[in-house]
T-cell receptor
Framework: NAGVTQTPKFQVLKTGQSMTLQCAQD?????MYWYRQDPGMGLRLIYY???????DKGEVPNGYNVSRLNKREFSLRLESAAPSQTSVYFC???????????????????FGPGTRLLVL | QKEVEQNSGPLSVPEGAIASLNCTYS??????FFWYRQYSGKSPELIMSIYSNGDKEDGRFTAQLNKASQYVSLLIRDSQPSDSATYLCAVNTPGGADGLTFGKGTHLIIQP
């Protein structure tokens, strides 16, 4: 049970290049999220997907596209990378039903290990 | 605009003492509250969740929620150097993305 996985762990791009960040979860949760984290800015929501086949914009969607390929996978694409997109990107899956024996319930988000992206 | 406010710190606490981390939120419709710990270069890791007013204890951690004051806190008893990290407060308000709004985090340093 790996939880949430992300690839790659680290990437360097030149301005204008494109890339796709991959995310997969094995927890069978419906909702998935992409965040970016920048110093002093906290975690900001880029896009989210409430269920397979649906996606919606978050707080900072410009310059990004997403695909919810199936229930497990949610990818983030940068079509033409810019230095302002240098950041750490986290994918998360949200518990949408039930509660664990430890009292962890609906709304909890589980994060992947992150992708560090540097755009030169 | 939903806001979650935390003191950025750093908060320095001697080893063995109680660390107290605080968070306020703006949206009265918020229903679920979470504390995440984030070590440098790592992803956020869930420490505690709390859904109703009062205290919730889990080992050395106690989360406290006061919805009337729109305030949530995290107490860490018997602080250890391994508790040194950034602690993120997160709030879930139903609707829209049905996701979490995060504070910017409090940097906690436990001094040996």
């Amino acid at each position: 049970n790996a939880g949430v996985t992300q690839t790659p762990k680290f990437q360097v791009l030149k301005t204008g290049q494109s890339m796709t960040l991959q995310c997969a979860q094995d927890m069978n949760h419906n909702s998935m999220y992409w965040y970016r984290q920048d110093p002093g800015m906290g975690l900001r929501l880029i896009y989210y997907s409430a269920s397979e086949g649906t996606t919606d914009k978050g707080e900072v969607p410009n310059g990004y596209n997403v695909s919810r390929l199936n229930k497990r996978e949610f990818s983030l694409r940068l079509e033409s990378a810019a230095p302002s997109q240098t950041s750490v990107y986290f994918c998360a899956a949200r518990r949408d039903r039930g509660r664990t024996s430890g009292g962890v319930g609906v709304g909890t988000q589980y994060f992947g290990p992150g992708t560090r992206l540097l755009v030169l | 605009q939903k806001e979650v406010e935390q003191n950025s710190g750093p908060l320095s606490v001697p080893e063995g003492a109680i660390a107290s981390l605080n968070c306020t939120y703006s949206d009265r419709g918020s229903q679920s509250f979470f504390w995440y710990r984030q070590y440098s270069g790592k992803s956020p890791e869930l420490i505690m969740s709390i859904y109703s007013n009062g205290d919730k204890e889990d080992g050395r951690f106690t989360a406290q929620l006061n919805k009337a004051s729109q305030y949530v806190s995290l107490l860490i008893r018997d602080s250890q150097p391994s508790d040194s990290a950034t602690y993120l407060c997160a709030v879930n308000t139903p609707g829209g993305a049905d996701g979490l709004t995060f504070g910017k985090g409090t940097h906690l340093i436990i001094q040996p």
